[in-house]
């Protein structure tokens, strides 16, 4: 199977620097693609000389993480399957065989990811994605080996390759065809919870998600957006009720409109608390923009559910209230 690995940046000289070493030394059997989307911090010049086995896809403008994939890999033609890594990511060795093997025995397999650690501490999983992530009824994301902020210790008890509902963007292993198929990532997210809706989309067209932990990297995570930005506030949350209103089920969709408001507006509130009355305006702007997306949103689930082969595996229950019940894990 012809893989590319392809690494999108946007002025992360610093993490290329770093981290893309690791990645040629553990991925021989791969092409290397950084596609680059209008740096202007040196990067460009610093992977022509420094990294010159690696092959650039150079994009004019910043266009994000969803439509910057979306560009680049459409220029990439012969490749099976793509390899989506963050910038600050350091692959283990050995880790694309079994991702690839996965494909390679499972016809209905389109997105397999692999076990995310902790780059910072390498016996912990990494929130972005852990062990393969899930949503619960009202749409809120969490992962095995992550529940709300509690992120768990790697001890081998999620070393089973399962069906996952979602596989984290920051290594996401995705059929090429299947990629086209579905038109990628949803380009008005810009970046965050993209992969979530790509995934969801991934099951209603009859296909599977899998988590393979005998594929290992680590995630250094926050290296675009910090976890206090209030754009990615913002971002999280507009594009998680957008992506709801895409796919979801109408019994749920329904569900999520009669209660996320109230929900949303409580986590407004505690950042008031917090004294981050940005991060509490960055709440109620995505609201905003998910309102003023209505109509477009409506063509779009019309398009994505008029042939839905099977539902995706959604937690049926609400994950805060596991959580608060002292159930930690999943």
Not at 79 to 107: C, I, K, M, R, T
Not at 136 to 143: A, I, M, V
Not at 154 to 161: F, H, S, T
Not at 257 to 277: H, M, S, T
């Amino acid at each position: 199977m012809k893989v590319a690995v392809v690494i999108l940046n946007w002025n992360g000289l610093p993490m290329l620097q770093h981290y893309l070493p690791s990645v040629v030394t553990a991925t021989p059997e791969a092409d290397i693609v950084v596609a680059d989307n209008g740096s202007t911090d040196g990067s460009v010049a610093w992977l022509q000389e420094a990294m010159p086995q690696v092959r650039l896809v150079l994009l004019d403008k910043n266009y994000g993480f969803a439509e910057g994939y979306n560009r680049a890999l459409a220029q990439l033609e012969g490749y099976e399957a793509f390899v989506l890594l963050n910038s600050d990511v350091e692959p283990a060795e050995g880790w694309l065989a079994p991702l690839v093997e996965q494909l390679e025995h499972n016809d209905d397999v389109a997105v397999v990811v692999p076990k995310i650690l902790d780059d910072k501490e390498r016996t912990k999983f990494e929130y972005a994605g852990a062990a393969g992530g899930f949503i619960d009824l009202l749409g809120y994301p969490f992962c095995r080996g992550r529940i709300l902020n509690r992120v768990e210790e790697d001890c081998g008890q999620y070393d089973n390759a399962c069906d996952v509902m979602w596989g984290s963007g920051a290594a996401f292993c995705c059929r090429a065809e299947v990629f086209e198929e579905l038109g990628g990532f949803a380009a008005e997210f810009f970046a965050h919870q993209e992969e979530i809706d790509f995934s969801w989309r991934v099951w209603l067209s009859g296909r599977r998600v899998v988590v393979e932990p005998r594929s290992k990297v680590y995630h250094l995570g926050g290296a675009t957006l910090s976890s206090d930005s209030p754009f990615k506030t913002m971002l999280n949350h507009r594009n998680n009720l957008a992506m709801l209103y895409r796919c979801a089920p109408t019994a749920q969709r329904l569900l999520v409109a009669v209660v996320r408001p109230a929900l949303d507006a409580v986590a407004a509130l505690d950042y008031l608390v917090q004294g981050k009355p940005k991060s509490a305006r960055a709440v109620w702007q995505a609201w905003r923009d998910f309102l003023r997306w209505h109509g477009r949103l409506s063509a779009e689930r019309k398009a994505i559910r008029a042939n839905v082969k099977r539902e995706a595996p959604i937690y049926h229950g609400s994950i805060v209230l596991r959580y608060i019940l002292g159930r930690k894990s999943f």
